[in-house]
Nanobody, 121 residues
């Protein structure tokens, strides 16, 4: 089994910053793409940003130039640095990873439990 554990969420004022972390553990041979998604109340879960093993990144238009995704391959951890936060960034943020599992070498997709980010106006 594989676990993704997020941390770093919280309450921040308009214009503030937060850094989210997500650490993967368990039966992991390697991790392919890692990413962050978010879900606001009453809305569908949406892509925030992804990063591949070679460091290629992809961002939602709404967060470009404000958020930065990065990863530490050795630590099996992905980060999301968020700047200039707005009330519309308020959501539960979920970590996601495509994991190649040890022994079976099959790729499975995993989600973290989510961390709340609240931006006050």
């Amino acid at each position: 089994q594989v676990q993704l554990v997020e941390s770093g969420g919280g309450l921040v004022q308009f214009g503030g910053s937060l850094r989210l972390s997500c650490a993967a553990s368990g039966s992991i041979f390697s991790i392919k793409t890692m990413g962050w998604y978010r879900q606001a109340p009453g809305k569908e879960r949406e892509l925030v940003a992804t990063i591949t093993t070679d460091g290629s990144t992809n961002y939602a238009d709404s967060v470009k130039a404000r958020f930065t995704i990065s990863r530490d391959v050795a630590k099996k951890t992905v980060y999301l640095q968020m700047y200039s936060l707005k009330p519309e960034d308020t959501a539960v943020y979920y970590c996601n990873a495509d994991v190649v599992e040890w022994r079976t070498f099959t790729t499975k997709n995993y989600w973290g439990q989510g961390t709340q980010v609240t931006v006050s106006s």
